[in-house]
């Protein structure tokens, strides 16, 4: 077992097991003296893992409930937000009471949310089983839902006690659901690790799996280590997001992933870069090549001019700005703010 330490206000591990999954009872005991524990998965993951998550709970004692919404990116909002709290108030949830989030990114985000909000505020435990979940979203503690507006425009900072991922959980995941994933581990290549980089260039990263999923914690940690609210240098996290968003917004979090639109967003914003003569010419095709490498697409139909009216409401604009992240070069990532203004210039390649 890997167990890799996040230095938050409240500390917590990240452990990484194969058949953790089925051990989730003895790690949350250890952690709480909670009397129930309510479990918020999706239709999709539930078939598979609800059953082992809630026996292993009950094994230790808790009473156990579970919540299941709408498998998609489409659920992610407040009134699923809302079924979630008449479910923990029905239940009895009390401030000493765990919430386990049992899923991808989309259940974090909102199970994360829910626990920060009600009773203003109670613990939850990750248990992430896609790979884009075990590799980013899980860790870091940003909880949140979309709006009609944007993405992830309502939220919360609310840091889990404790991540279980179970790198076996992705094998019941469909290939889309992996080159999802891929879309954040490339990231972490542009954005902190020209070697991390190469070897996804040149290896086959499915292969090394466990050791893909500990290098992208590994970089998050030290990331949210030194910056838990995004103040600075966490908002490097953010590459490819901004422009990847816009695109989710515009298709209406239907018919895109969002490793998919991250992937275009990437190479968007990389291609702007060399045309601005600031990012190292030649970055983006090495960019394309990667994507296309895992089967995440590199170009859409959506016109810059969208993308930059999306962005708009991006929740890294700030006043009559927006902070943008780009490369100087593979590995080598920062911060620029741009006029709101000038977005769409300085966005449009063609």
């Not at 890997?2 to 952690?31: A, F, M, S, W």
């Not at 394309?288 to 170009?299: A, D, R």
Request: charged content about 25%; overall charge negative.
């Amino acid at each position: 077992m890997k167990t890799i330490n996040v230095q938050t206000g409240i500390p917590y591990n990240i452990h990484i097991e194969k058949g953790i999954i089925d051990k989730c009872g003895q790690y949350v005991r250890e952690l709480t003296k909670a009397e129930r524990v309510t479990i918020i998965t999706d239709s999709n993951v539930a078939v598979h893992y609800k059953w082992r998550v809630l026996n292993s709970l009950e094994q230790e004692g808790f009473k156990v409930k579970s919540h299941i919404f709408q498998a998609g990116e489409e659920s992610k909002n407040l009134n699923t937000i809302s079924e979630m709290y008449n479910t923990l108030a029905d239940f009895g949830m009390t401030r000493k009471d765990v919430i386990v989030a049992l899923g991808g990114g989309v259940t974090g985000d909102m199970a994360g949310f829910a626990a920060a909000s009600y009773l203003r505020g109670i613990d939850f435990i990750q248990i992430p089983t896609s790979l884009l979940a075990q590799v980013d979203s899980s860790v870091g503690g940003k909880t949140g839902v979309d709006i009609p507006q944007g993405k992830n425009l309502v939220g919360a900072f609310h840091q889990p006690r404790v991540v279980l991922i179970d790198p076996d959980t992705l094998q019941t995941l469909p290939d889309l659901y992996v080159r999802d994933g891929m879309a954040e581990v490339i990231k972490y290549g542009c954005i902190k690790d020209a070697d991390f980089f190469a070897k996804l260039e040149n290896e086959n990263a499915i292969e090394h799996i466990e050791e893909i999923i500990e290098t992208c914690v590994s970089i998050k940690r030290d990331v949210v280590s030194r910056d838990e609210r995004e103040s600075g240098e966490r908002m490097l996290l953010n590459f490819g997001h901004t422009l990847g968003h816009s695109i989710e917004k515009l298709y209406n979090y239907t018919g895109i992933s969002h490793g998919m639109a991250v992937a275009v967003g990437m190479v968007l914003i990389a291609r702007a870069g060399e045309k601005e003569g600031i990012t190292e010419k030649g970055t983006s095709d090495r960019i394309v090549n990667l994507c296309m490498k895992y089967g995440l697409p590199v170009t859409d139909d959506a016109s810059f001019e969208d993308m930059a009216n999306a962005a708009r409401s991006d929740k890294k604009t700030a006043g009559k700005s927006i902070n943008l992240v780009l490369l100087n070069k593979i590995g080598d990532s920062f911060t620029k703010k741009i006029p709101l203004e000038n977005l769409l210039d300085f966005i449009t390649t063609d």
